[in-house]
């Protein structure tokens, strides 16, 4: 698995959370779980070279999951539209090219989402999302399968 950071969580800072979790293991940093700072090089190159770090990263680990958290910055990174719907385009070949799965975090309203260029390729996203009233915490949980059939599926967690 990769882990890519861009500028909104640093590494560091993920991975203290990271490790809370019971199946965090230490041990598989930087062999099993490769962890990139894919945010210098957006800062000081831009996304093309950030797009060939990435190619890089799938060449060297073939990774069958990459994380890019979040796909939110890349986009708001490139000069327009239509640049990061070709990055989008871009890696979704790279993806396909190596049988890597990609989960793209980004915060998104529920109206926003079927708007961006990551959704043209996304075989399913999952939303999640909470509120709060009388001091009791409501979790949802929606996934969008299916774009012909544009329909939400809820379940509340807890």
Same mark, same amino acid.
């Given at each position: 698995m990769v882990y890519l950071t861009t500028l909104a969580e640093p590494q560091v800072k993920i991975m203290k959370f990271q490790q809370e979790f019971d199946?965090? !293991? =230490? $041990?598989k940093i930087q062999s099993s779980v490769i962890y990139f700072d894919l945010g210098f090089i957006l800062r000081k190159n831009g996304? *093309?070279?950030? *797009? #060939?770090?990435i190619d890089e990263l799938l060449k060297e680990h073939h990774p069958r999951l990459m994380i890019i958290d979040t796909i939110k910055v890349i986009s708001e990174m490139?000069? %327009?539209?239509t640049e990061f719907q070709e990055f989008i385009l871009d890696l979704s070949l790279r993806l396909t090219t190596w049988g890597c799965t990609a989960l793209f975090l980004r915060e998104y %309203?529920? !109206? $926003?989402?079927e708007i961006h260029p990551e959704s043209a390729i996304a075989d399913g996203i999952i939303f999640l999302?909470?509120? $709060? #009233?009388?001091?009791?915490?409501?979790?949802?949980f929606a !996934?969008?399968?299916? $774009?012909?059939?544009?329909?939400?599926?809820?379940? !509340? =967690?807890?």
């Open positions: 199946f965090f !293991d =230490l $041990e996304h *093309l070279k950030a *797009l #060939a770090a490139v000069t %327009s539209y %309203s529920e !109206d $926003e989402i999302s909470g509120t $709060e #009233a009388k001091k009791e915490q409501k979790k949802i !996934d969008f399968k299916n $774009e012909r059939h544009r329909s939400w599926r809820r379940r !509340d =967690l807890f």
